[in-house]
């Protein structure tokens, strides 16, 4: 068992709460299937106010957990897009892949 987490600030609060509305009511399934489908066992997202602005707090926890992100990008699941997208919408950031080159 491994665990991960990843602070980074909230450029649009809004997006953050959409987000949070989807995965805790119409999309709830889909996010329990999908972070079985990835191997964890928990994980929580949260929005902090800190003194530096919003924060979004992602702490994940299963199974080889420090792929989930290579795994996700990798995905082509509908639910998983959503969720890549909606971490963009929030912070700006796209989470990066890393992949060795073939030898």
Same mark, same amino acid.
């Given at each position: ?13 809004? *997006?953050?709460? @959409?987000? =949070?509305?989807?995965?805790? !009511?119409?999309? &709830? *399934?889909?996010? @329990?299937? =999908?972070?079985?489908?990835? !191997?964890?066992? &928990?994980?929580?997202?949260?929005? =902090?106010?800190?003194?530096? !602005? ?50």
């Amino acid at each position: 068992m491994s665990s991960i987490g990843f602070v980074g600030p909230v450029k649009d609060v809004e *997006a953050f709460k @959409a987000f =949070a509305k989807e995965v805790n !009511g119409g999309r &709830k *399934a889909e996010h @329990a299937e =999908a972070c079985r489908r990835h !191997g964890l066992t &928990k994980q929580r997202v949260f929005l =902090a106010q800190t003194p530096m !602005g919003p924060m979004v707090n992602v702490y994940s926890e299963g199974l080889n957990v420090s792929f989930f992100m290579a795994r996700l990008r990798a995905s082509t699941n509908a639910f998983d897009k959503f969720y890549l997208e909606s971490l963009n919408k929030m912070t700006g950031v796209v989470p990066v892949l890393l992949v060795a080159p073939n030898a």
